[in-house]
């Protein structure tokens, strides 16, 4: 059959009968956060990725291979695709066109229809009903059966009924959308949050091609900002790029492909010399961030059969202490997808994969092609068994600097570091810590602050990188060990050497403060690094945070103002002064916390009724991995060009 024989039947089989109504569309409005997670930026960029899953689920049911996304000048958004566009007849049950149904009834679409879509991503299929509810304007324009049709809507109520504008001998739908700013708190999109998750659909779904430009940023030639996202080898290529600043242990990541009762899974791993363990996975697209059991079963399957196999080649022979799965998995990097056409997700974020079965089905695949590459591969085999070893070697050194840790917490009472001026408080929701830069800004912070809920722990100089170190060396390092301590937390429990046990967390507010200037980065993103490495989870449940001290004070006679950016100096200047100079203006650069007197710290960085704290929040596990490899691992050069090109953008996102 012809690929457009093979269009037309398609054509014929998905129509208004495929699209099945599930629920209304009520409250989406008034509750937008229960639909889309929040309304602040996350929220906002996830409209976009809901429109754009609708054209993936057309690609991987083999109907679409090229999706484009445009930013509008007004941020508003288009995506269009080259699938089969969505139906536009008379859908019976509900007296009108299945387009309108689709756009105005929560879940309601063709996904839902097993003859429509064998599987289908969407975070959990809200769908593009919920952008319509929560967009100010939305037109939607399909192509199909040789024709052009139109319906436009505002706040999730249709304009009026489709209608034929026209023929057209495209394929196709393209919806574009404007947020509603009284939803949404920031309704202006950033390029780089979009274009990390078309990269990240192109490298799971090879051979179709996104696109993304920026009608906001024009360049000189008079182009758009525009980038192509295609990979033909798919996993493979996503392995490389985010180890591009990892030094490979084997030449070639290793690819497994299979399938078991109608469940795809495709797998691509590359061990490397780092000692992190960088295990990310996916199902119908999502990521998973939580894991769940196509996650358990590659595990299993990886550490059943690489033991099995340095076992019958007696490589474990000389050693005197057992291997467990951490160590299979130490300096690995692997992507695990599947395809389930029924998932259950469960989890504090429902990203967690609850199948059963899938974990059995990833399990055996991994086994069987791991088996053989192990065998075929034999020296690649002895480089990565040899690397569990060291792994090994060095979990057991790092247990017992772990367990000297613990000793010397005991047997010093309290437990607590020294260094630490801890608060009185002792609910945790309550608490608050600030790891601070250097003993002199350290005494200013204990001056100034309230000792009822803030603690200060200062930081001498800059901490151990933790992306080069060896896992013993990070409890050996006496900074690090401060931090352990003082907020309660340890590493290791009897199940998984590396996990963290918060239970007796100290502090629900972790304050990263430093000096505003290069060093003051430098520090703070080691430290950054570290809880990114180590202490993810803190990140994840909202915990950890970057002060904001001031740049500048102005001061012209009686006035004086704070100012935090360049751009808030030279527009206070011009304020302040008649002729847009800084004459009769005095302008005090704080370099360093320990300029600021213990009022002035307290003032601006300090009292939660005037300071201004940014939220780390992890947008993309991926992307971040791929960034702390490249700033904090051994490779010059890319980290330059990173530098060179985002100096001037360089933020944390509240």
Not at 387 to 406: G, S
Not at 476 to 486: G, H, L, P
């Amino acid at each position: 059959m012809t690929a457009e024989e093979k269009r037309e039947l398609a054509n014929s089989q998905y129509t208004a009968d495929n699209i099945q109504v599930l629920e209304g569309l009520e409250a989406v409005r008034k509750r937008p956060a229960m639909y889309i997670g929040d309304v602040n930026s996350r929220g906002l960029h996830h409209l976009v990725y809901e429109v754009v899953d609708n054209s993936i689920d057309e690609a991987m049911g083999g109907y679409c291979d090229r999706i484009e996304i445009t930013i509008h000048n007004d941020n508003s958004i288009s995506v269009l695709d080259n699938g089969r566009g969505i139906p536009t007849g008379l859908h019976e049950k509900e007296n009108r066109s299945a387009l309108e149904v689709v756009m105005t009834v929560l879940h309601a679409g063709g996904k839902f229809d097993k003859g429509s879509y064998k599987v289908s991503g969407g975070l959990h299929g809200v769908g593009v009903s919920c952008v319509n509810a929560l967009s100010v304007a939305l037109k939607a324009e399909v192509y199909r059966e040789g024709k052009e049709f139109i319906q436009e809507f505002s706040c999730g109520k249709p304009l009026y009924s489709v209608k034929t504008v026209g023929a057209s001998d495209k394929n196709g739908t393209r919806i574009t959308f404007k947020p509603d700013d009284s939803i949404f708190r920031t309704t202006v999109y950033d390029y780089d949050i979009l274009a990390s998750r078309m990269r990240e659909l192109a490298f799971l779904n090879r051979g179709v091609t996104l696109t993304i430009s920026d009608e906001r940023e024009q360049k000189e030639d008079g182009t758009f900002k525009y980038e192509v996202f295609h990979s033909e080898n798919g996993l493979v290529d996503f392995i490389a790029y985010l180890d591009e600043n990892r030094d490979k242990l084997i030449p070639e990541s290793i690819a497994i492909e299979g399938e078991r009762n109608e469940v795809p899974v495709e797998i691509a791993m590359q061990y490397n010399t780092s000692f992190a363990e960088n295990l990310h996975s996916y199902v119908n697209n999502i990521n998973t961030h939580e894991g769940g059991t196509h996650l358990a079963g590659f595990r299993r399957g990886l550490t059943r059969t690489l033991k099995a196999y340095a076992e019958k080649t007696g490589m474990l022979a000389k050693l005197k202490f057992d291997i467990n799965g951490d160590d299979f998995r130490e300096g690995l990097t692997a992507i695990i997808s599947v395809k389930v056409p029924e998932p259950q997700f469960e989890g504090q974020t429902k990203t967690k994969l609850g199948n059963s079965e899938v974990m059995g089905i990833v399990d055996q695949i991994v086994s069987e092609h791991l088996s053989n590459y192990l065998e075929e591969h034999p020296k690649e085999a002895k480089t990565i068994v040899n690397k569990v070893i060291l792994a090994a070697t060095a979990r057991h050194a790092a247990r017992k600097a772990r367990e000297l840790v613990q000793r010397k917490s005991v047997l010093s009472g309290s437990g607590l570091p020294g260094k630490l001026s801890d608060c009185s408080e002792r609910d945790p929701a309550q608490a608050e810590i600030y790891l601070v830069e250097g003993d002199s800004a350290g005494g200013t912070a204990k001056q100034g602050r309230d000792r009822r809920f803030q603690a200060i722990l200062p930081l001498r100089g800059k901490i151990l990188n933790v992306e080069k170190a060896m896992p013993h060396k990070i409890y050996e390092s006496e900074e690090i060990k401060n931090i352990f301590t003082a907020l309660g937390v340890h590493i290791g429990t009897e199940d998984d050497s590396k996990a963290l046990n918060i239970d007796k967390l100290r502090y629900h507010k972790i304050i990263i403060m430093t000096d505003a200037d290069i060093d003051g980065s430098h520090i703070a993103t080691l430290i950054l690094t570290f809880f990114f490495r180590y202490m993810t989870d803190l990140i994840e449940r909202g915990y950890v945070y970057i002060a904001t001290p001031p740049l500048y004070l102005i001061r012209k006679g009686k006035n004086e103002q704070y100012c935090w950016t360049e751009e808030e100096r030279e527009n206070l200047v011009k304020e302040w002064s008649a002729d847009g100079t800084e004459k009769g203006i005095h302008i005090q650069r704080y370099k360093g916390l320990g300029e600021m007197n213990a009022e002035q710290l307290w003032t601006t960085t300090m009292d939660p009724a005037t300071r201004t704290l940014r939220q780390v929040t992890i947008e993309n596990g991926l992307e971040a991995d791929h960034v702390f490899s490249m700033l904090m691992g051994d490779e010059v050069p890319p980290r330059r060009e990173f530098i060179e090109a985002n100096a001037k953008y360089a933020k944390i996102d509240a």
